[in-house]
C-alpha cells in the first residue's frame, strides 16, 4: 500500500509539474503574439507610410470607400493653389455661397460676407480652422462657379489615379456620392505636400489674416490639429501638420505629417467612432500619436 500510495505521489507530482510548464509555454506564446493582433484602433480606415521609400507602414480597410468630410478641403485647397496667380490678390468672401453654409450649420473661419480677404487668407481658412465660406470663396473665384470647381476637383482625382474618389462639394458636407479611401487620401496628400504653398499652409499651426474693414486687426486662424496636440506626448516624433474633418457620417477623421528621426510620415485615419458631435471623444488623436508612436518603436 506505501509503494502504491508513492507511486500516485509521484504521478501527481509529474502530471502537475507538466501543466505548470504548458501553462508557462501558453503565456510565452502569447506574449510573441504578432502586436496587431490586439492592436486597439478605433479608426475603420488606416493608411500609414514613410515619405521617403512609399512603403506602407500600416494600412486597415485602406482600400475601402468612405467619406472625408473636411478633408475634402485637402483636394480645394491643392486645386486653386495649382491656378491662382497671385495669393497677395484680393478674393472677396462670396455672399451667396456663405450664406448657403451658414443655413448648413458648416465650420467657419470667422469672415464676413462681401469681406475684401486674399487668396492666401481664403487658403488658410480653408485649412486651418477648415472654413467652409473659404473654401466655396476659393471654388467661385478660381473656377467662376462651385460646380465648375468640384469638376476640376474630379479631374484632379483622376490625374492622380484616386480611382475610388469622387467630390461633390469644396468643404465636405455630407453626400453620399461624395467619398474617397484612406489609402487615396494619403496618395493626394502625398502629391500636395510637393507644392511648397500648400505644405507652408499645411503645416501652420496659427495665421493672421489681412486687415479688412470688417476685421482691422485681422482674424487670428488656429490649426484644428496642431492646436489639439499635446507636445509633450510627442516623444520622439512630431506632428508638425494636418486636417481634422468629423460628420456624423464620416465619424472623426484625421491626416497628418509627422516626423521621425529626420523621415516625413503621412497618417490617415478615419471613421473613428462618434456618438455625439458636440462632445468628440478624440480617438482619431490616440490612433495618430499610437501609429507615430508604434513608428518611432520600429513596431508597425
Same mark, same amino acid.
Given at each position: 500500500?506505501?509503494?502504491?500510495?508513492?507511486?500516485?505521489?509521484?504521478?501527481? $507530482?509529474?502530471?502537475?509539474?507538466?501543466?505548470?510548464?504548458?501553462?508557462?509555454?501558453?503565456?510565452?506564446?502569447?506574449?510573441?503574439?504578432?502586436?496587431?493582433?490586439?492592436?486597439?484602433?478605433?479608426?475603420?480606415?488606416?493608411?500609414?507610410?514613410?515619405?521617403?521609400?512609399?512603403?506602407?507602414?500600416? @494600412?486597415?480597410?485602406?482600400?475601402?470607400?468612405?467619406?472625408?468630410?473636411?478633408?475634402?478641403?485637402?483636394?480645394?485647397?491643392?486645386?486653386?493653389?495649382?491656378?491662382?496667380?497671385?495669393?497677395?490678390?484680393?478674393?472677396?468672401?462670396?455672399?451667396?455661397?456663405?450664406?448657403?453654409?451658414?443655413?448648413?450649420?458648416?465650420?467657419?473661419?470667422?469672415?464676413?460676407?462681401?469681406?475684401?480677404?486674399?487668396?492666401?487668407?481664403?487658403?488658410?481658412?480653408?485649412?486651418?480652422?477648415?472654413?467652409?465660406?473659404?473654401?466655396?470663396?476659393?471654388?467661385?473665384? $478660381?473656377?467662376?462657379?462651385?460646380?465648375?470647381?468640384?469638376?476640376?476637383?474630379?479631374?484632379?482625382? $483622376?490625374?492622380?489615379?484616386?480611382?475610388?474618389?469622387?467630390?461633390?462639394?469644396? @468643404?465636405?458636407?455630407?453626400?453620399?456620392?461624395?467619398?474617397?479611401?484612406?489609402?487615396?487620401?494619403?496618395?493626394?496628400?502625398?502629391?500636395?505636400?510637393?507644392?511648397?504653398?500648400?505644405?507652408?499652409?499645411?503645416?501652420?499651426?496659427?495665421?493672421?489674416?489681412?486687415?479688412?474693414?470688417?476685421?482691422?486687426?485681422?482674424?487670428?486662424?488656429?490649426?484644428?490639429?496642431?492646436?489639439?496636440?499635446?507636445?509633450?506626448?510627442?516623444?520622439?516624433?512630431?506632428?508638425?501638420?494636418?486636417?481634422?474633418?468629423?460628420?456624423?457620417?464620416?465619424?472623426?477623421?484625421?491626416?497628418?505629417?509627422?516626423?521621425?528621426?529626420?523621415?516625413?510620415?503621412?497618417?490617415?485615419?478615419?471613421?473613428?467612432?462618434?456618438?455625439?458631435?458636440?462632445?468628440?471623444?478624440?480617438?482619431?488623436?490616440?490612433?495618430?500619436?499610437?501609429?507615430?508612436?508604434?513608428?518611432?518603436?520600429?513596431?508597425?
Amino acid at each position: 500500500m506505501r509503494r502504491f500510495l508513492a507511486i500516485v505521489l509521484i504521478i501527481t $507530482v509529474v502530471v502537475f509539474g507538466l501543466f505548470r510548464v504548458a501553462d508557462k509555454m501558453d503565456l510565452d506564446i502569447k506574449k510573441e503574439l504578432p502586436f496587431f493582433s490586439t492592436e486597439g484602433y478605433s479608426s475603420e480606415y488606416i493608411f500609414v507610410f514613410d515619405r521617403e521609400t512609399g512603403n506602407v507602414m500600416y @494600412e486597415k480597410n485602406a482600400q475601402s470607400k468612405t467619406y472625408p468630410a473636411s478633408l475634402t478641403k485637402i483636394m480645394t485647397t491643392i486645386v486653386a493653389l495649382e491656378h491662382i496667380d497671385d495669393l497677395s490678390a484680393i478674393a472677396p468672401i462670396d455672399t451667396e455661397t456663405q450664406s448657403e453654409m451658414f443655413e448648413n450649420n458648416a465650420m467657419m473661419a470667422g469672415f464676413n460676407a462681401g469681406e475684401s480677404v486674399t487668396y492666401r487668407d481664403l487658403l488658410y481658412g480653408t485649412m486651418l480652422p477648415s472654413g467652409a465660406e473659404a473654401a466655396n470663396s476659393l471654388a467661385v473665384h $478660381v473656377a467662376g462657379s462651385v460646380e465648375d470647381f468640384v469638376q476640376m476637383m474630379n479631374d484632379k482625382a $483622376v490625374e492622380l489615379g484616386l480611382n475610388s474618389t469622387h467630390y461633390t462639394s469644396p @468643404e465636405g458636407l455630407h453626400n453620399e456620392d461624395q467619398y474617397t479611401t484612406a489609402s487615396d487620401l494619403g496618395k493626394l496628400l502625398d502629391y500636395a505636400l510637393n507644392n511648397e504653398d500648400f505644405k507652408a499652409v499645411f503645416t501652420k499651426e496659427t495665421f493672421q489674416t489681412s486687415s479688412t474693414t470688417h476685421h482691422p486687426d485681422g482674424i487670428l486662424l488656429e490649426s484644428t490639429v496642431l492646436e489639439s496636440l499635446n507636445k509633450e506626448k510627442q516623444n520622439g516624433f512630431k506632428i508638425i501638420g494636418g486636417k481634422s474633418g468629423t460628420t456624423d457620417e464620416a465619424g472623426q477623421c484625421w491626416a497628418t505629417l509627422g516626423v521621425v528621426d529626420d523621415r516625413e510620415y503621412i497618417s490617415i485615419v478615419m471613421g473613428a467612432p462618434l456618438k455625439d458631435i458636440s462632445h468628440p471623444n478624440n480617438k482619431q488623436i490616440a490612433d495618430t500619436l499610437k501609429l507615430y508612436k508604434k513608428i518611432k518603436s520600429s513596431e508597425l
